[in-house]
């Protein structure tokens, strides 16, 4: 004579809500948002934009093209890079906007001891 004696049933697993998953993504998407914003935007003066446009790097010197867009009657103070293929900065400058205007667009030269791959501006603040 067997008997079989059966194995008491596993208690259900509990369900998870799609909807507190949807939710918990949205408040990531949200919170990354939000510091990549932050990142952007860190160090920078508020009301001051500049961007390099353009440059030509030659073996001796980088020819630089940006702007600078910034209130009217301010007087600005930008610094300006010339970096190499090790990502050093080679050479800097440092360039006043005058008050007067509320957008430029500027050219300098650089110097450099040695050919420069790029060309930054390392941040314009409100003099």
């Known amino acids: 004579m067997t008997t079989s004696v059966s194995a008491p049933a596993a208690p259900a ?36 934009d500049a961007q390099v446009i353009t440059y030509d790097a030659r073996p001796a010197s980088i020819e630089v093209n940006f702007s600078v ?11 300006l890079q010339a970096v190499d293929e090790n990502m050093a900065v080679i050479a800097e400058k440092d360039v006043t906007v005058p008050a007067g205007t509320s957008k430029a667009g500027l050219s300098e030269t650089l110097p450099t001891p040695h050919k420069a791959t790029t060309a930054q ?4 603040r409100k003099a």
């Open 69 to 79: 867009a910034k209130p009217k009657g301010d007087v600005v103070h930008c610094t």
């Open 121 to 124: 501006l390392q941040g314009c």
């Open 13 to 48: 697993e509990p369900k998870r809500g799609r909807l507190g998953l949807v939710i918990i993504g949205i408040v990531c998407a949200v919170a990354a948002g939000g510091f990549g914003f932050l990142a952007a935007h860190v160090g920078q003066t508020p009301g001051i």
